[in-house]
T-cell receptor, first 111, second 115 residues
Framework: GEDVEQSLFLSVREGDSSVINCTYT??????LYWYKQEPGAGLQLLTY?????DMKQDQRLTVLLNKKDKHLSLRIADTQTGDSAIYFC???????????FGSGTRLSIRP | EPEVTQTPSHQVTQMGQEVILRCVPI?????FYWYRQILGQKVEFLVS????????KSEIFDDQFSVERPDGSNFTLKIRSTKLEDSAMYFC?????????????FGEGSRLTVL
């Protein structure tokens, strides 16, 4: 079946690293994504990773992919208050005509 | 920067009424999508559309729903005979290519409230 699972909440101290985890089900997914949703806004693509990669780094963001365990993570270094949002993990389903989203992880930053 | 625009931003309707949600995708994009997000829940795929026909649809997208690209710029989602459980935020998205090659660009959503 199609399912992408994430924990619902994460709270971190400002300046610390945030790690948001995700598991997915479609082993033939070719692309996996992280989207960010700020309050009242749409979904913004943060980064994506090809399934033949283990890691991708983009400034403060690091994506790790464990294809064997179907586990994806997003690490945000030096978390800032502006990083407060809901982060959605998503996979390009094997049919390639749709992206399936997880339920989102709400990241809150404490001072 | 080009963007996907959606109207209305919020619509309140009575149960049983028909609703049309409108989207203007980015002009050179070829693939179009509707997703919905019931409050506090995950973003759910409804339908993808390419070359004037549906590419794929989910179980949610039953006969109550239809999509259309009436004039080459708008992409609409029609919900016939709305039900209470149709209350959600509906997101339109478009992409230049399929998959990533084509990043999905999302609109800011249309909030539908069915009373």
């Amino acid at each position: 079946g199609e399912d992408v699972e994430q924990s619902l909440f994460l709270s971190v101290r400002e300046g610390d690293s945030s790690v948001i985890n995700c598991t997915y089900t479609d082993s033939s997914s070719t692309y996996l994504y992280w989207y960010k949703q700020e309050p009242g806004a749409g979904l913004q693509l943060l980064t994506y990773i090809f399934s033949n990669m283990d890691m991708k780094q983009d400034q403060r963001l690091t994506v790790l992919l464990n294809k064997k365990d179907k586990h994806l993570s997003l690490r945000i270094a030096d978390t800032q208050t502006g990083d407060s949002a809901i982060y959605f993990c998503a996979e390009l389903y094997s049919s390639a005509s749709k992206i399936i989203f997880g339920s989102g992880t709400r990241l809150s930053i404490r001072p | 920067e080009p963007e996907v625009t959606q109207t209305p931003s919020h619509q309140v309707t009575q149960m049983g009424q028909e609703v049309i949600l409108r989207c203007v995708p980015i002009s050179n994009h070829l693939y179009f999508y509707w997703y919905r997000q019931i409050l506090g829940q995950k973003v759910e795929f409804l339908v993808s559309f390419y070359n004037n026909e549906i590419s794929e649809k989910s179980e949610i997208f039953d006969d109550q729903f239809s999509v259309e690209r009436p004039d080459g710029s708008n992409f609409t989602l029609k919900i016939r005979s709305t039900k209470l459980e149709d209350s959600a935020m509906y997101f339109c998205a478009s992409s230049e290519e399929r998959g990533v090659g084509g990043e999905l660009f999302f609109g800011e959503g249309s909030r539908l409230t069915v009373l």
